[in-house]
Nanobody, 127 residues
Framework: QVRLVESGGGSVQAGGSLRLSCAAS????????MGWFRQVPGKRREGVAI????????YYAGPVKGRFTISRDNAENTLYLQMNSLQPEDTAMYYC????????????????????WGQGTQVTVSS
């Protein structure tokens, strides 16, 4: 049974930093795609950053490029998201997701590609 558990959310002021973690268990493949998504009430969930665990290839959404960094620890099956220069518009519930073989259709950041999801961790950035 796949289980993803996020941690590290919280409240910060604009310009601050947070690091999110996602501990994965029961993932049956060593080479799989994992990523971070976020959602605010009333809006569609959106992709933030994706990493391919096998080779470390990364993909970022435009608004977070240069500010957020996704990384992984293969041995520990843990995913990270370092978020710097946070802005109020980054406020959202952040979710970790994983899939061994997402069906690429133009973007790895599409939420529908991912079968496994965590419960989310809230990030709040005040101005």
């Amino acid at each position: 049974q796949v289980r993803l558990v996020e941690s590290g959310g919280g409240s910060v002021q604009a310009g601050g930093s947070l690091r999110l973690s996602c501990a994965a268990s029961g993932v049956p493949y060593s080479n799989y795609y994992m990523g971070w998504f976020r959602q605010v009430p009333g809006k569609r969930r959106e992709g933030v950053a994706i990493i391919y665990f096998g080779l470390g290839d990364t993909y970022y959404a435009g608004p977070v490029k240069g500010r957020f960094t996704i990384s992984r620890d293969n041995a520990e099956n843990t995913l990270y998201l370092q978020m710097n220069s946070l802005q109020p518009e980054d406020t959202a519930m952040y979710y970790c997701a994983a899939d061994p073989r997402p069906k690429y259709g133009g973007s790895w950041l599409e939420p529908d590609l991912y079968a496994y999801w965590g419960q989310g961790t809230q990030v709040t950035v005040s101005s």
